[in-house]
Protein backbone atom coordinates (compact mmCIF):
# COMPACT_ATOMS: atom_id res chain seq x y z
CA UNK A 1 0.00 0.00 0.00
CA UNK A 2 1.02 3.91 -0.30
CA UNK A 3 -0.13 5.96 2.90
CA UNK A 4 -2.04 4.39 5.51
CA UNK A 5 -1.45 1.12 5.24
CA UNK A 6 -2.35 -1.44 8.27
CA UNK A 7 -2.16 -5.45 8.09
CA UNK A 8 -6.38 -5.18 9.10
CA UNK A 9 -7.30 -1.46 8.50
CA UNK A 10 -5.53 1.48 6.57
CA UNK A 11 -8.20 4.38 8.58
CA UNK A 12 -10.28 3.81 11.47
CA UNK A 13 -11.94 6.96 13.66
CA UNK A 14 -13.95 3.70 15.50
CA UNK A 15 -13.31 1.21 18.34
CA UNK A 16 -11.36 -1.47 17.72
CA UNK A 17 -11.36 -4.02 19.86
CA UNK A 18 -9.62 -8.01 19.83
CA UNK A 19 -7.84 -7.93 16.98
CA UNK A 20 -4.39 -9.56 16.00
CA UNK A 21 -2.52 -9.64 12.30
CA UNK A 22 0.86 -11.58 11.46
CA UNK A 23 3.22 -11.45 8.13
CA UNK A 24 4.12 -8.40 6.69
CA UNK A 25 3.22 -4.76 6.07
CA UNK A 26 4.67 -2.40 3.54
CA UNK A 27 3.73 0.94 2.69
CA UNK A 28 5.22 3.38 0.70
CA UNK A 29 4.74 6.45 2.25
CA UNK A 30 2.94 7.40 5.61
CA UNK A 31 1.64 6.05 8.58
CA UNK A 32 1.77 2.38 8.52
CA UNK A 33 0.89 -0.32 11.25
CA UNK A 34 0.82 -3.80 12.33
CA UNK A 35 -2.67 -3.55 12.89
CA UNK A 36 -4.05 0.15 11.20
CA UNK A 37 -2.35 2.58 9.32
CA UNK A 38 -4.30 5.80 11.12
CA UNK A 39 -5.54 5.18 13.84
CA UNK A 40 -8.37 8.15 15.10
CA UNK A 41 -10.50 6.09 17.12
CA UNK A 42 -9.72 3.58 20.04
CA UNK A 43 -7.73 0.38 19.90
CA UNK A 44 -7.40 -1.91 22.72
CA UNK A 45 -6.84 -5.67 23.33
CA UNK A 46 -5.22 -6.71 20.08
CA UNK A 47 -1.46 -7.77 19.04
CA UNK A 48 0.45 -7.95 16.37
CA UNK A 49 3.66 -10.03 15.08
CA UNK A 50 4.01 -8.22 11.88
CA UNK A 51 7.55 -6.61 10.46
CA UNK A 52 6.70 -3.54 9.09
CA UNK A 53 8.02 -1.76 6.57
CA UNK A 54 7.08 2.58 5.63
CA UNK A 55 8.46 5.17 4.58
CA UNK A 56 7.38 7.97 7.30
CA UNK A 57 5.64 7.13 10.89
CA UNK A 58 5.81 2.75 11.36
CA UNK A 59 4.15 1.47 14.28
CA UNK A 60 4.10 -2.20 15.51
CA UNK A 61 0.29 -1.51 16.06
CA UNK A 62 -0.56 1.67 14.91
CA UNK A 63 1.32 4.08 12.17
CA UNK A 64 -0.11 6.99 13.72
CA UNK A 65 -2.58 7.78 16.92
CA UNK A 66 -4.17 11.01 16.62
CA UNK A 67 -7.19 13.28 17.13
CA UNK A 68 -9.57 11.22 19.71
CA UNK A 69 -7.73 7.75 19.15
CA UNK A 70 -5.44 5.90 21.64
CA UNK A 71 -3.87 2.73 21.97
CA UNK A 72 -4.09 0.29 25.24
CA UNK A 73 -3.69 -3.12 26.33
CA UNK A 74 -2.12 -3.27 23.63
CA UNK A 75 1.70 -5.99 22.45
CA UNK A 76 3.30 -6.34 19.96
CA UNK A 77 6.43 -8.26 18.49
CA UNK A 78 8.37 -8.74 14.98
CA UNK A 79 10.61 -5.69 13.28
CA UNK A 80 9.56 -2.59 12.70
CA UNK A 81 11.22 -0.19 10.32
CA UNK A 82 11.04 3.50 8.73
CA UNK A 83 13.10 4.45 5.96
CA UNK A 84 12.67 8.20 6.16
CA UNK A 85 11.73 9.23 9.37
CA UNK A 86 9.74 8.41 13.10
CA UNK A 87 9.51 4.37 13.87
CA UNK A 88 8.06 2.95 17.32
CA UNK A 89 7.68 -1.06 18.86
CA UNK A 90 3.56 0.19 19.16
CA UNK A 91 3.11 3.55 17.24
CA UNK A 92 4.87 5.56 14.72
CA UNK A 93 4.33 8.64 16.26
CA UNK A 94 0.82 9.59 18.35
CA UNK A 95 -0.49 13.19 18.89
CA UNK A 96 -3.38 15.62 19.45
CA UNK A 97 -3.43 14.29 23.42
CA UNK A 98 -3.93 10.23 21.49
CA UNK A 99 -2.79 8.29 24.73
CA UNK A 100 -0.42 5.17 24.48
CA UNK A 101 -1.18 3.23 27.52
CA UNK A 102 -0.82 -0.97 29.15
CA UNK A 103 1.06 -1.94 25.94
CA UNK A 104 4.82 -3.35 25.78
CA UNK A 105 7.09 -4.54 22.85
CA UNK A 106 9.38 -7.09 21.58
CA UNK A 107 9.97 -5.36 18.62
CA UNK A 108 13.26 -4.77 16.79
CA UNK A 109 13.01 -0.82 15.95
CA UNK A 110 15.14 1.28 13.07
CA UNK A 111 14.90 4.47 11.79
CA UNK A 112 17.36 7.22 10.59
CA UNK A 113 15.45 9.87 12.73
CA UNK A 114 12.93 9.35 15.54
CA UNK A 115 12.77 5.64 16.79
CA UNK A 116 11.68 4.48 20.41
CA UNK A 117 10.91 1.42 22.13
CA UNK A 118 7.36 1.97 22.26
CA UNK A 119 6.51 5.39 20.68
CA UNK A 120 8.76 7.35 17.83
CA UNK A 121 7.79 10.42 17.30
CA UNK A 122 5.85 11.03 20.90
CA UNK A 123 3.97 14.13 20.75
CA UNK A 124 1.38 12.93 23.48
CA UNK A 125 1.37 11.15 26.64
CA UNK A 126 2.88 7.27 26.86
CA UNK A 127 2.09 5.51 30.44
CA UNK A 128 1.99 2.19 31.69
CA UNK A 129 4.22 1.17 28.88
CA UNK A 130 6.89 -1.23 29.08
CA UNK A 131 9.77 -1.63 26.18
CA UNK A 132 11.75 -4.82 26.15
CA UNK A 133 12.66 -4.71 22.59
CA UNK A 134 15.83 -6.55 21.76
CA UNK A 135 17.12 -3.03 19.78
CA UNK A 136 16.21 0.20 18.83
CA UNK A 137 18.35 1.73 16.24
CA UNK A 138 17.53 5.64 14.97
CA UNK A 139 19.02 9.10 14.47
CA UNK A 140 21.74 10.65 17.36
CA UNK A 141 19.44 12.36 19.95
CA UNK A 142 16.52 10.97 18.43
CA UNK A 143 16.61 7.66 19.80
CA UNK A 144 15.30 5.92 23.08
CA UNK A 145 13.90 3.20 24.86
CA UNK A 146 10.49 4.28 25.21
CA UNK A 147 9.64 7.66 22.96
CA UNK A 148 11.66 9.81 21.12
CA UNK A 149 10.90 12.77 22.60
CA UNK A 150 8.73 15.51 20.58
CA UNK A 151 7.00 17.02 23.08
CA UNK A 152 5.67 14.26 24.21
CA UNK A 153 5.71 12.96 27.77
CA UNK A 154 6.02 9.48 29.79
CA UNK A 155 4.88 8.33 32.70
CA UNK A 156 5.10 5.02 34.82
CA UNK A 157 6.94 3.70 31.64
CA UNK A 158 9.77 0.31 32.11
CA UNK A 159 12.45 -0.85 29.83
CA UNK A 160 14.48 -3.63 29.30
CA UNK A 161 18.06 -2.44 30.71
CA UNK A 162 19.51 -5.02 27.73
CA UNK A 163 18.05 -3.44 25.02
CA UNK A 164 20.74 -2.27 22.46
CA UNK A 165 20.05 1.17 21.65
CA UNK A 166 22.64 2.41 18.71
CA UNK A 167 24.70 -0.83 18.69
CA UNK A 168 25.15 0.03 22.70
CA UNK A 169 23.28 -1.06 25.54
CA UNK A 170 20.63 1.33 26.41
CA UNK A 171 20.96 4.33 29.58
CA UNK A 172 17.40 4.61 30.93
CA UNK A 173 16.28 8.35 30.88
CA UNK A 174 14.97 9.58 34.29
CA UNK A 175 11.49 8.37 34.79
CA UNK A 176 11.70 5.22 33.46
CA UNK A 177 12.17 2.43 35.16
CA UNK A 178 14.58 -0.73 34.51
CA UNK A 179 13.48 -4.28 34.11
CA UNK A 180 16.07 -6.71 34.74
CA UNK A 181 16.05 -10.37 34.46
CA UNK A 182 18.52 -12.87 36.98
CA UNK A 183 17.53 -16.75 36.36
CA UNK A 184 14.81 -16.48 34.28
CA UNK A 185 13.25 -14.05 36.94
CA UNK A 186 12.01 -10.48 36.47
CA UNK A 187 12.47 -7.90 38.84
CA UNK A 188 9.33 -6.30 38.17
CA UNK A 189 6.53 -8.30 37.03
CA UNK A 190 4.10 -7.05 34.20
CA UNK A 191 1.19 -7.72 36.49
CA UNK A 192 3.15 -5.06 38.54
CA UNK A 193 2.94 -2.59 35.71
CA UNK A 194 -0.22 -3.08 34.48
CA UNK A 195 -2.20 -3.89 37.68
CA UNK A 196 -4.91 -1.20 36.81
CA UNK A 197 -5.98 -3.18 33.55
CA UNK A 198 -7.86 -6.11 33.62
CA UNK A 199 -7.77 -7.49 29.97
CA UNK A 200 -4.53 -9.26 30.33
CA UNK A 201 -3.56 -12.47 31.95
CA UNK A 202 -0.68 -12.46 33.79
CA UNK A 203 1.57 -15.51 34.75
CA UNK A 204 5.03 -14.76 36.88
CA UNK A 205 8.22 -14.16 34.62
CA UNK A 206 6.13 -14.39 31.69
CA UNK A 207 4.76 -12.49 29.18
CA UNK A 208 0.87 -11.41 29.16
CA UNK A 209 -1.82 -12.15 26.14
CA UNK A 210 -5.12 -12.58 26.04
CA UNK A 211 -6.46 -15.56 27.68
CA UNK A 212 -2.72 -16.93 27.73
CA UNK A 213 0.95 -15.90 28.44
CA UNK A 214 4.21 -16.28 26.41
CA UNK A 215 8.08 -17.52 27.61
CA UNK A 216 10.54 -14.71 27.75
CA UNK A 217 12.17 -13.93 24.34
CA UNK A 218 15.48 -16.05 24.51
CA UNK A 219 17.17 -12.41 24.08
CA UNK A 220 16.17 -11.77 27.68
CA UNK A 221 17.66 -14.67 29.40
CA UNK A 222 20.61 -15.52 27.82
CA UNK A 223 23.79 -15.93 29.93
CA UNK A 224 26.43 -13.50 28.78
CA UNK A 225 29.27 -15.33 26.98
CA UNK A 226 32.02 -15.75 29.84
CA UNK A 227 35.46 -14.45 29.06
CA UNK A 228 38.49 -16.44 30.73
CA UNK A 229 41.78 -15.07 30.77
CA UNK A 230 44.17 -17.63 29.77
CA UNK A 231 47.91 -16.55 31.84
CA UNK A 232 49.07 -20.15 32.04
CA UNK A 233 49.46 -23.54 30.75
CA UNK A 234 47.11 -25.05 33.73
CA UNK A 235 43.94 -23.65 32.58
CA UNK A 236 44.10 -24.90 28.77
CA UNK A 237 44.22 -28.80 30.89
Sequence with gaps: GAANTGALIGVTYASIFGCSASGKVTGTMDTVGGIVGYCGGKIGSSFSTCDVNGKRLAGGIAGLASMDGSVENCWSSGSVS???DSAGGIAGGN???AVVKYCYSTVSVSAPTYAGGIVGQAQAQVEYCAALNPSVTGGTNHVATVNATYGGSISNCYAWDGMAMNGSTADLPEGVTAITVTGGTLNHQLSEI???SEVWTFEDNKLPGFGVTYDLPD???????????IDSADKLA
Excluded at 219 to 229: G, L, V
Design 194 to 196: FGA
Design 219 to 229: YMTAKPEQIIE
Design 95 to 97: SND
Design 82 to 84: ASE
